[in-house]
């Protein structure tokens, strides 16, 4: 069963950045297509970015090209967002996931696996 784990969330001031951080159970960051999600309070969940395999290749949601990294530590199998010039409305929960089929999409639904997610406020 592969579990994912977040972590590195918190509170921080406009501008400032965070790195989130997301471990797998088991050699699936350079396997899978592993993304990252969020979700704020009364909205859906929107894509955020994407990490593909075996290329390594990252796409991302327009609101956040040029201030957010996706990359990987293959060796521990884990997955990182470095998230700058942060903003008011990057607050969310933010969630790792991963897609077997290794599709490099943006829709959800086609990532089976899910971390519990981790909170990232960020103040005016």
């Known amino acids: 069963q592969v579990q994912l784990v977040e972590s590195g969330g918190g509170l921080v001031q406009a501008g400032g950045s965070l790195r989130l951080s997301c471990a797998a159970s088991?050699?699936?960051?350079?396997?899978?297509?592993m993304g990252w999600f969020r979700q704020a309070p009364g909205k859906a969940r929107e894509f955020v970015g994407l990490i593909s395999r075996p290329s390594g290749t990252t796409r991302y949601t327009e609101s956040v090209k040029g201030r957010f990294t996706i990359s990987r530590d293959n060796a521990k199998n884990t997955v990182f967002l470095q998230m700058n010039s942060l903003r008011p409305e990057d607050t969310a929960v933010y969630y790792c996931a991963a897609d077997p089929g290794a599709r490099g999409t943006s829709i959800s639904t086609w990532y089976d696996y899910w971390g519990q997610g981790t909170q990232v406020t960020v103040s005016s």
């Open positions: 088991g050699r699936i960051v350079s396997t899978y297509t």
